[in-house]
């Protein structure tokens, strides 16, 4: 496939410390022409299901040939293994622990190779830190691979299993979606893994969290201050959010929560 420039890094490693500005660095210090670009380095620490659910909704606005980074890694390491994979035209690159399984379930005709440290002595990335493959081992094969100078097929062997994914998908049943709370936004939206298309037949669709009843209206400004509201949100999924306020601290819900979408016509 032809690789754009663009790299995008997602991670844990938040905002404090060196750790994703040393990944750019080695990125562009093996390619200069690179574009890197930060999703988002404030997923929770050991988080993993947070970081696929962004790179599964996030990686179609950004050019064809673009590679995603992602690493939330309590396995660094140990060892797991590191997975590459082709789908969309796009690259993602991720530890196997179920990062990508948000992806990956979901995908059609996606490629996927197990990456092989010895078939890479060429790039001479030397012992790897048993704590930070990040700048050992993602970084300089993301910018060899924007460089065009390392092939897909180089990297290992092609796998056709991955390890499941830490959360089940949304259970579906007659007028009523169980689902669960993935993220918190900066604002205290709680933002869940139900697509839109999985209640586009309620008449009148009713969130339940944390024994709240919650309509859905269309966008914030239709809920009075104070307020809490559902909606499907700007990624396409079931939001619950607090009008000029913070749901999760009105709620007092976190992630992992159980959420669930009834359609107030039938009950």
């Not at 660095?25 to 993993?48: C, E, F, K, T, Y």
């Not at 002595?121 to 924007?146: C, M, Q, W, Y």
């Not at 509201?229 to 159980?258: C, D, H, Q, T, Y």
Request: include cysteine; proline fraction near 7%; aromatic fraction near 8%.
């Amino acid at each position: 496939m032809q690789f754009s420039s663009v790299i995008t890094l997602t991670t844990d490693f938040g905002h404090k410390g060196p750790f994703a500005a040393v990944m750019r660095g080695v990125i562009l210090s093996r390619n200069p022409s690179a574009q890197v670009i930060d999703l988002a380095h404030d997923i929770p620490p050991q988080w993993p299901p947070e970081a696929g659910f962004w790179i599964s909704r996030a990686y179609r606005y950004f050019p064809r040939g673009t590679i995603h980074v992602a690493i939330v890694d309590p396995g660094v390491g140990t060892e797991r293994e590191i997975l590459v994979v082709e789908y969309d035209g796009h690259v993602f690159i991720a530890p196997d622990n179920g990062l990508l399984a948000p992806l990956l379930d979901h995908a059609e005709n996606a490629r996927i190779w197990q990456l092989d440290l010895d078939r890479l002595g060429a790039l001479n990335l030397g012992k790897p830190s048993d704590t930070f493959h990040g700048r050992d081992i993602f970084a300089p094969v993301a910018a060899e691979l924007a460089a065009g100078r390392l092939s897909l097929a180089a990297l290992g062997k092609a796998v056709y299993e991955w390890t499941p994914g830490w959360l089940d998908d949304p259970d579906v049943g007659a007028g009523k979606v169980t689902g669960t709370i993935i993220t918190i936004d900066a604002f205290g939206n709680l933002i869940s893994n139900i697509d839109q298309s999985l209640i586009k037949d309620f008449r009148e669709p009713i969130a339940h969290i944390a024994g709240h009843a919650i309509p859905t209206l269309t966008t914030y400004g239709r809920a009075k201050p104070g307020e809490l509201l559902a909606l499907i949100n700007s990624f396409g999924v079931v939001e619950i959010a607090k009008s000029e306020g913070s749901a999760a601290e009105g709620i007092g819900s976190e992630r992992g929560a159980p959420l669930v979408i009834t359609d107030g016509c039938k009950t």
